[in-house]
Each structure stands twice: as C-alpha cells, then as structure tokens.
C-alpha cells in the first residue's frame, strides 16, 4: 500500500509561480511512475505530467508544456511540479498519483493510487 501527501498549494497572482510536493511512503516510491492531475469546480480531473520511476521520460499536457516541470527525488520519496507563468486558468485542485506501471499514461485510470488534493488558485 502507498500513501500520497500533497503540498505546496496557495494563492498566487498571474505570472506567478509554485512548486507542488507529492511525499510517499513506503519503501516501492522509486519502483512507481507518478503523474499530477487537476479539477477545476465542475470539470473533470484532468492529466497535468508524468514522469518514469527513473526520471528518464517525462510527459506533460499541452496546456502546460514549457511552464510546467515535473521532476523527482527518490531518495527522498518525493515527486515535484514546478508551476512557473501560471495563469487563471490553473486554477483547480491538483492530485499527485502513482502507477506500479511502466508506462506512462496520462488515463486517471491508469493510476493505482492517489494524493489527497491541493489548492492551487492563480488571480487574474
């Protein structure tokens, strides 16, 4: 079993930027492959980025390619998701998941456990 923490929401002005945390425990996080997804009020969860249990292939939406950048640390059991220009529209609440896949997906289903959500707004 693994169990997922998220961090590092808040509020932050067009432009801005943040760093989102996602925390395992367990002693299988560097075997995982990992994702952040979002949901904004009345939409569906939505693929944000992925990244390989090595770090060597990462996998982002169009939306955020070349703003976003997900990255990890397995030493210290820890996914990342720099969030540099964000705009209004990034607003939502932001999920960290993890696989026991190989591969990356950017399918909600594909993902076998789940962070329990951070709140990211962006002002205009």
């Known amino acids: 079993q693994v169990q997922l923490v998220d961090s590092g929401g808040g509020l932050v002005q067009a432009g801005g930027s943040l760093r989102l945390s996602c925390t395992a425990s367990?002693?299988?996080?560097?075997?995982?492959?990992m994702g952040w997804f979002r949901q904004a009020p009345g939409k569906e969860r939505e693929f944000v980025a992925a990244?390989?249990?090595?770090?060597?292939?990462?996998y982002y939406a169009d939306s955020v390619k070349g703003r976003f950048t997900i990255s990890r640390d397995n030493a210290k059991n820890t996914v990342y998701l720099q969030m540099n220009s964000l705009k209004p529209e990034d607003t939502a609440v932001y999920y960290c998941?993890?696989?026991?896949?190989?591969?990356?997906?950017?399918?909600?289903?594909?993902?076998?456990?789940w962070g329990q959500g951070t709140q990211v707004t962006v002002s205009s």
């Open positions: 367990g002693r299988t996080f560097s075997s995982l492959a």
């Open positions: 998941a993890a696989t026991h896949q190989t591969l990356l997906s950017s399918s909600v289903g594909f993902y076998d456990y």
């Open positions: 990244i390989t249990w090595s770090g060597s292939s990462v």
